[in-house]
């Protein structure tokens, strides 16, 4: 498994954006996708994006697509999540996850996902 640090979070005004890291470390050596993730209070977890080891292919709920995109550096080991035109329902903690294993889909199943993050809090105020 691999050890993920996710940052980034903040206080921003609706329409504003924000910009999440996720910093792997450990067996980085595997190849793994890597999807966002978000939790609101009193709410489930949900998918938010997802990309492929190469890059190549991302995955969006529609909730966000358009306006977030998901990149990933592999000379940095780092997984970005650009968020653009923010509203107050994307209010939660965002968490980054790591799934190690070969699927012909990205997944959007926190089940499937192997590695967290430890979250960081994003807030959208009107």
């Known amino acids: 498994q691999v050890q993920l640090v996710d940052a980034g979070g903040g206080l921003v005004q609706a329409g504003g954006s924000l910009r999440l890291s996720c910093a792997a470390s450990?067996?980085?050596?595997?190849?793994?996708?890597t999807g966002w993730f978000r939790q609101a209070p009193g709410k489930e977890r949900e998918f938010v994006a997802a990309?492929?080891?190469?890059?190549?292919?991302?995955y969006y709920a529609d909730s966000v697509k358009g306006r977030f995109t998901i990149s990933r550096d592999n000379a940095k080991n780092t997984v970005y999540l650009q968020m653009h035109s923010l509203k107050p329902e994307d209010t939660a903690v965002y968490y980054c996850?790591?799934?190690?294993?070969?699927?012909?889909?990205?997944?959007?199943?926190?089940?499937?996902?192997?590695?967290w993050g430890q979250g960081t809090q994003v807030t959208c105020s009107s």
């Open positions: 450990g067996r980085t050596g595997r190849r793994y996708s």
């Open positions: 990309i492929g080891w190469s890059g190549g292919i991302t």
């Open positions: 996850a790591a799934d190690s294993q070969f699927r012909a889909i990205l997944s959007r199943l926190p089940i499937e996902y192997d590695s």
